[in-house]
């Protein structure tokens, strides 16, 4: 794979020590001497900034402090390179948590992400990955038929799932004949049964699930799932699972999980590519004075935090 820079960060949030270390080398061509230096620098101090602000939405939420070990930053040249990795690395997951657990909770968001799973439909990952483990949900979905243009289910049926094996029955669609309120609650009522079934976990630190991969998007204003920037939603403290009539992402009526349930997930990917996102992404990881949390920024996770960005997307760092 070409041209990637690695600036993997580790810390505890305990006790707020910060170490970076580098475990490859910065053989990436054009990205070399600049970016990956320098976004280096910037992504320590990013790490120790996000980490404190991390914990104060927590406390604000009300929730155990953050447990997150281990921050990632990868940057990519191109999407392609991104795209690759990303393959590499939710097929390392599958088989690492699929041998540990038995099963493999994966959450897809919506948007520009399907595009970027492209990879794991093809040698080696099609004929590799057990998929007969894999159980897949939403992180959000809109609340629109299930063949309509707007729903995440389709666009990850129609670009990902009918293209791998995994089991219909493994596939954790909302129910679209019900409002928005009705399909949270039965949303939150079906992962409560996968709990009592041993297929999704629950995190001792939080009492939460615990879902072993959650793949994210970010929107240009910052937003994950369908947790908006200022909305106050993104303060939800009890419900696994909530819903929005007034997204101001179209369409406007969806479902979502809440902070609590995506920050107790075990592994979180956050795959984010274009110029049109580098300011929160800035936001999050470099230096800016703007002193609002974007949601973005309210992202963790309990085992490892993984940023998947473009160069586009970290051109500000
Ligand atoms: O249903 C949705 O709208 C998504 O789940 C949403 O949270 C998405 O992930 C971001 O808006 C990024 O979307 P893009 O990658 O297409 O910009």
Same mark, same amino acid.
């Given at each position: ?7 993997? /960060?580790?810390f505890t949030t305990t006790s707020l ?16 001497? &600049?970016?990956?230096?320098? +976004?280096?620098?910037?992504? +320590?101090? &990013?790490a120790r900034f996000h980490c404190l602000k991390t914990t104060t939405a927590y406390s604000m939420a009300g929730v155990a402090a953050a447990t997150e070990k281990k921050k ?21 997951? $599958?088989?690492?948590? &699929?041998?540990?657990?038995? %099963? +493999? ?6 948007? %520009?992400?399907?595009? $970027? ?44 799932? $009918? ?27 079906? /992962? ?10 629950i995190s001792s630190a939080t009492g939460f699930p615990k879902?072993?991969?959650m ?9 994950v799932a369908?947790l +908006?920037?200022?909305h106050p939603l993104c303060k939800e403290n009890e419900k696994w699972?909530t ?14 999980f809440t902070f609590p349930v995506i920050n107790s997930a075990a592994?979180n ?15 999050a ?7 609002d949390v974007l949601p973005v920024q309210m992202v963790s996770a309990e085992e490892e935090f993984?940023?998947? /960005? ?8």
């Amino acid at each position: 794979m070409a041209s990637t820079s690695f600036a993997f /960060l580790t810390f505890t949030t305990t006790s707020l020590r910060t170490s970076v270390r580098r475990t490859t080398p910065f053989n990436c061509g054009s990205h070399r001497s &600049g970016s990956s230096i320098g +976004f280096n620098r910037v992504g +320590f101090r &990013g790490a120790r900034f996000h980490c404190l602000k991390t914990t104060t939405a927590y406390s604000m939420a009300g929730v155990a402090a953050a447990t997150e070990k281990k921050k990632r930053v990868e940057v990519f040249d191109t999407e392609e390179d991104l795209a690759a990795s990303l393959a590499k690395y939710t097929a390392d997951l $599958s088989d690492k948590l &699929g041998k540990e657990r038995g %099963s +493999f909770t994966v959450v897809l968001s919506g948007g %520009s992400l399907i595009k $970027s799973l492209r990879k794991l439909v093809e040698p080696p990952y099609i004929d590799s990955i057990e998929w007969g483990k894999w159980h897949v949900f939403w992180v959000d979905e809109r609340v629109v038929p299930k063949d309509h243009v707007d729903s995440n289910y389709k666009l990850a049926y129609d670009g990902f799932l $009918s293209k791998v094996p995994i089991l219909p029955g493994h596939v954790y669609a909302i129910n679209d004949a019900l409002s928005a309120e009705g399909a949270a609650e039965d949303y939150e009522t079906c /992962l409560k049964h996968l709990v009592k079934s041993n297929i999704l976990a629950i995190s001792s630190a939080t009492g939460f699930p615990k879902f072993d991969l959650m793949l994210l998007g970010m929107g240009p204003d910052g937003h994950v799932a369908s947790l +908006f920037p200022g909305h106050p939603l993104c303060k939800e403290n009890e419900k696994w699972v909530t819903f929005i009539k007034d997204s101001p992402k179209p369409p406007p009526e969806r479902i979502t999980f809440t902070f609590p349930v995506i920050n107790s997930a075990a592994y979180n990917a956050l795959v984010i590519c274009g110029a049109g996102k580098a300011g929160p992404v800035q936001a999050a990881l470099g230096n800016s004075q703007n002193s609002d949390v974007l949601p973005v920024q309210m992202v963790s996770a309990e085992e490892e935090f993984t940023w998947f /960005l473009d160069k586009e997307a970290a051109s500000k760092l």
